[in-house]
């Protein structure tokens, strides 16, 4: 690999039919093994790989700037987060339990916590490595199977983690990867042994998804898109929350689903506000990935640049201010020429109704609006159809619950943004989605529940 952006990294075949039925009938083989092993077994061999990537944190993270787009120092922090899933999985996975309930004569019931089989894991471009360490990592420690689809954006990581857990110890094809689009997707989706679906994409694919699982009554976990609020109080710690706009509206050029990309802030601070966000903004270093001070690397592709910059000239025409970037960036250096770059940019006079305050843009545009009460921004935040995350700044730490209860979203940040502990469940509401990565919860999304009910008398005849 080299760093030349623009350029084909490989060229990689779509999986169709009969490949996926390979991994399928694979993965479906390798289940039969796994689900009999205990939980202490397999967590042995998700430590192992959790270790691994461990190991090689530096090398995966290079694979993945090259992969991706995004600065190296994210991508090491994403390679870190993967292999700190797998670590909390593999402690659960000797964990699972049922319950036992005592019932009336001596008699008992039960409940077994079991696998699903063969779940189909597809993931999105944007954290490709850590997406797919989100899916498999319950779904392994629960006994299943998974095939999983990277986006045909970012082919190249995931199959870095198949030979990953193949060297831990995961029983052959238990772990498959399949490439390709739209066309592999229904093919996995529609597979009559695949029991379990998650996705994590846009609205509009997850809900196709959504109508071919219903025609196998296949269980369903859709982490989908957002246009999140950001509330700035008056009474925040400016400093700290202008980092947490810059953190919420930038990481990984934009292209992050939970991003806080309507900044509301209480008008008696907002030319203080904005005046410094502008400032920090234009100091972000854009460039070359995969040199250590570049804090903006390039964006996917040239379609979706020229989405984002169409959305950019649309906001303008519609009233908008661009109080900063927006327009196309090419660094100094002559092999990043044809690179997909643009300069962060940061919108001033948005109003609610605007397109670019009302749709997902999945790039480097901050939209401020400003808010004078409580009350209203509460309203204005929760106007929206999705509900992925949304954030509070302020210094008054009873306010801040009490809006992020009022919030009508999965993921909810106070005095931070865009934290993501695999402890804790991430996922959303409304049009973002249902059903959880992380945390506990991944668990119940991973397994099912089987009920036992044995009887210690006689069967007490009614005939």
Request: aromatic content about 8%.
């Amino acid at each position: 690999f080299d760093t030349c952006p623009g350029r084909v990294l490989c060229k990689v075949p779509c999986s169709g039919e009969k490949e996926v039925d390979l991994a399928v009938q694979s993965a479906k083989a390798a289940f039969k093994i796994w689900s009999q092993m205990s939980g202490m077994e397999r967590c042995r061999v998700m430590l192992e790989a959790a270790r691994i990537i461990r190991e090689q944190r530096d090398e995966i993270a290079t694979m993945e700037t090259i992969n991706n787009g995004k600065s190296i120092f994210e991508a090491r922090v994403d390679i870190d987060i993967s292999w700190q899933c797998l670590e909390y999985y593999a402690g659960l996975a000797g964990s699972l339990a049922g319950e036992h309930i005592q019932l009336p004569g001596g008699s008992f019931g039960y409940t077994r916590r079991e696998p699903f089989g063969v779940c189909v894991g597809i993931g999105a471009w944007n954290y490709p490595f850590q997406t797919a360490c989100w899916k498999s990592g319950p779904a392994l420690a629960c006994g299943n199977a998974m095939v999983f689809k990277p986006s045909p954006f970012t082919p190249i990581s995931v199959v870095r983690l198949a030979e990953i857990f193949t060297e831990a110890g995961v029983p052959k094809g238990l772990f498959n990867v399949v490439q390709g689009g739209a066309a592999t997707g229904q093919l996995l989706c529609q597979h009559p042994d695949v029991a379990k679906i998650s996705f994590t994409g846009s609205v509009p694919t997850g809900m196709k998804i959504m109508e071919m699982a219903a025609k196998g009554i296949k269980p369903v976990t859709l982490e989908l898109g957002g246009k999140s609020p950001l509330i700035i109080f008056s009474d925040a710690d400016l400093e700290n929350a202008v980092k947490g706009a810059l953190v919420a509206n930038f990481l990984t050029q934009g292209e992050v689903c939970c991003n806080g990309t309507r900044v509301f802030v209480e008008r008696k601070i907002l030319d203080t506000f904005t005046k410094e966000v502008v400032k920090r903004t234009q100091k972000i270093k854009i460039g070359d990935p995969l040199l250590e001070d570049t804090r903006m690397g390039a964006l996917i592709n040239k379609p979706h640049l020229n989405r984002v910059q169409g959305f950019i000239k649309q906001a303008k025409e519609q009233g908008a201010e661009v109080l900063c970037g927006g327009d196309l960036y090419v660094p100094d250096d002559p092999k990043l020429k044809n690179g997909y770059y643009m300069r962060p940019c940061v919108l001033g006079n948005c109003k609610d109704d605007m397109t670019c305050v009302k749709e997902e843009i999945f790039g480097p545009v901050m939209a401020i609006l400003p808010f004078d009460t409580e009350e209203e921004v509460v309203e204005r935040a929760n106007a929206t159809k999705f509900g992925l995350a949304g954030g509070v700044f302020t210094r008054d730490i009873q306010k801040a619950h009490r809006v992020v209860a009022a919030l009508k979203a999965g993921m909810c940040f106070i005095n931070n943004y865009n934290i993501s502990p695999v402890e804790l469940p991430f996922g959303g509401y409304k049009s973002s989605g249902f059903g959880r990565e992380n945390g506990r919860a991944a668990i119940e999304c991973y397994s099912q529940l089987k009920t036992v009910c044995v009887e210690m008398g006689d069967v007490e005849s009614v005939f």
